[in-house]
T-cell receptor, first 120, second 117 residues
Framework: EAQVTQNPRYLITVTGKKLTVTCSQN?????MSWYRQDPGLGLRQIYY???????DKGDVPEGYKVSRKEKRNFPLILESPSPNQTSLYFC???????????????????FGAGSRLTVL | AQTVTQSQPEMSVQEAETVTLSCTYDTSESDYYLFWYKQPPSRQMILVIRQEAYKQQNATENRFSVNFQKAAKSFSLKISDSQLGDAAMYFCAYRSAWVYNTDKLIFGTGTRLQVFP
């Protein structure tokens, strides 16, 4: 089954304790990204990656790191979590095959199931 | 920068009735894509429907249809014959057609839909 898998689904941690949220996709997608969802704010992009070893900041990158050493994996790293990083996190991926403007339609992002993170 | 606005934090509908969720957006681009996503209590993000801005015809997926008004920058979602399983948070999202290095979606703040039996 084609899917994006995130782990852990739930995590409670304390301020300053480094953590990693893993993301893996089995669709051979080039593009992967992380979003955070907060009440009243919708989803906002944190980081994205166009391919292996190619990453860039989204709209809210402060306090996060990412890496893309393999095509299928895109972990989100919180080096020193703070309470304002308490949120619901989504990983997403898509193929770059059908590009925007080509008339062939927008690529549809496949989302993971979400990871609920609480930082105390 | 593009923005997406959902002005209805909550909506409710009776089962089997029709409900319309509103979405407006702001952009200076002429080519883009618009989406509606559903997020049930499971938190999964599920694509409901998408619209390509260069297409005049409104998209339809079974009981879900959109009213796309490009000049007014409006993109409302109509749910017909509402079912209990339609209860969820609904997000409107925008994607530029001209950005070749990212599939970034810009989301609205969401509308929570309740469906009453």
């Amino acid at each position: 089954e084609a899917q994006v898998t995130q782990n852990p689904r739930y995590l409670i941690t304390v301020t300053g304790k480094k953590l990693t949220v893993t993301c893996s996709q089995n669709m051979n997608h080039e593009y992967m990204s992380w979003y955070r969802q907060d009440p009243g704010l919708g989803l906002r992009q944190i980081y994205y990656s166009m391919n292996v070893e190619v990453t860039d900041k989204g709209d809210v990158p402060e306090g996060y790191k990412v890496s893309r050493k393999e095509k299928r994996n895109f972990p989100l790293i919180l080096e020193s979590p703070s309470p304002n990083q308490t949120s619901l996190y989504f990983c997403a991926s898509s193929s770059l095959g059908a590009r925007a403007g080509s008339g062939s339609g927008a690529n549809v992002l496949t989302f993971g199931a979400g990871s609920r993170l609480t930082v105390l | 920068a593009q923005t997406v606005t959902q002005s209805q934090p909550e909506m409710s509908v009776q089962e089997a009735e029709t409900v319309t969720l509103s979405c407006t957006y702001d952009t200076s681009e002429s080519d883009y894509y618009l989406f509606w996503y559903k997020q049930p209590p499971s938190r999964q993000m599920i694509l409901v429907i998408r619209q390509e801005a260069y297409k005049q015809q409104n998209a339809t997926e079974n009981r879900f249809s959109v009213n796309f008004q490009k000049a007014a920058k409006s993109f409302s979602l109509k749910i017909s014959d509402s079912q209990l399983g339609d209860a969820a948070m609904y997000f409107c999202a925008y994607r530029s057609a001209w950005v070749y290095n990212t599939d970034k979606l810009i989301f609205g703040t969401g509308t929570r839909l309740q469906v009453f039996p």
